[in-house]
C-alpha cells in the first residue's frame, strides 16, 4: 500500500485529498503545517509528500529542505501543491528539490492523475 502526507492548512483541501488518495488505496496521513509534518516524518516514511507552501509556522519551503536533509526519507517523493504560481515561486521549489511543482486552484483528478504517475 503506497503512503501519501497531505500538508495543507486549509481543512477543505485536505478532506478532499484524503477522500480521493482513500478511494486509490493510499494510506494518507495529514498535518495542517510544516512542524506536525515533520513530527509525522518522524515515524512514518511516506512514498510521497504533498505540501503547501504557505502554511504557519514551517512552512513548504523549509519543510522540503529537511526532508531532503534527512537520510531515511531520501527516496520520498515531494510535490508542492500552492497558490504560489509565479515563474521564479515554481523554480524555487524545483530548486529546493521538489519532485513536481503543481499550482491551486486544482483538479482533483489531476492531482492524483500526477502523483501516480510519479510514483510509477
Known amino acids: ?3 501519501i502526507l ?3 492548512d486549509e481543512p477543505n483541501i485536505v478532506m478532499t485529498l484524503e477522500y ?5 488505496d493510499f494510506e494518507v496521513y495529514i498535518a495542517r503545517d510544516g512542524g506536525e509534518a515533520l513530527q ?3 515515524k512514518n516514511i511516506p512514498d510521497v509528500v504533498l505540501l503547501d507552501i504557505m502554511m504557519p509556522n514551517v512552512d513548504g519551503y523549509q519543510t522540503l529542505q529537511h526532508i531532503k536533509k534527512t537520510e531515511a526519507l531520501k527516496s520520498t517523493k515531494v510535490v508542492f501543491l500552492t497558490a504560489k504560481n509565479k515563474e521564479s515561486d515554481i523554480e524555487k521549489g524545483i530548486q529546493l528539490g521538489a519532485d513536481k511543482y503543481l499550482t491551486k486552484p ?3 483528478k489531476k492531482i492524483v492523475s500526477e502523483i501516480l504517475g510519479l510514483l510509477n
Open 1 to 3: 500500500m503506497k503512503k
Open 6 to 8: 497531505i500538508v495543507d
Open 106 to 108: 486544482f483538479s482533483v
Open 40 to 42: 509525522i516524518l518522524e
Open 20 to 24: 480521493a488518495f482513500k478511494k486509490k
